[in-house]
Nanobody, 126 residues
Framework: QVLLVESGGGLVQAGGSLRLSCAAS????????MGWFRQAPGKGREFVSA????????SYTDSVKGRFTISKDNARNTVYLEMNSLKPEDTAVYYC???????????????????WGQGTQVTVSS
């Protein structure tokens, strides 16, 4: 069992920055692929970004490429999402997710992930 706790959300003006953190319990963090998803009011949960367990590969949805950066610190059992040049359309609850070791990496597939955090609210004002 893995417990994921997100933090770092808040209210920011358009063009601003936030860094989300997701702290994971357990000793197997280095073996987990990690992802960030978001859900805006009235919409489904959508993929934002992911990082392979080794840190060797990352993936981003097109709308955040060049603005968001995902990173993974295995020593701290933490994954980060650095968000720059924020836009009002980035407003959502952001969820961290973890996937146990798989043969094939499928980062944008919501069903790929085994564990989810409780979410952190990000609000971008115009």
């Amino acid at each position: 069992q893995v417990l994921l706790v997100e933090s770092g959300g808040g209210l920011v003006q358009a063009g601003g920055s936030l860094r989300l953190s997701c702290a994971a319990s357990g000793r197997a963090f280095s073996t987990y692929d990690m992802g960030w998803f978001r859900q805006a009011p009235g919409k489904g949960r959508e993929f934002v970004s992911a990082i392979h367990s080794t840190g060797s590969s990352t993936s981003y949805t097109d709308s955040v490429k060049g603005r968001f950066t995902i990173s993974k610190d295995n020593a701290r059992n933490t994954v980060y999402l650095e968000m720059n040049s924020l836009k009002p359309e980035d407003t959502a609850v952001y969820y961290c997710a973890a996937a146990a070791k798989r043969l094939t990496w499928a980062p944008n597939n919501i069903d790929y992930y085994d564990y989810w955090g409780q979410g952190t609210q990000v609000t971008v004002s115009s």
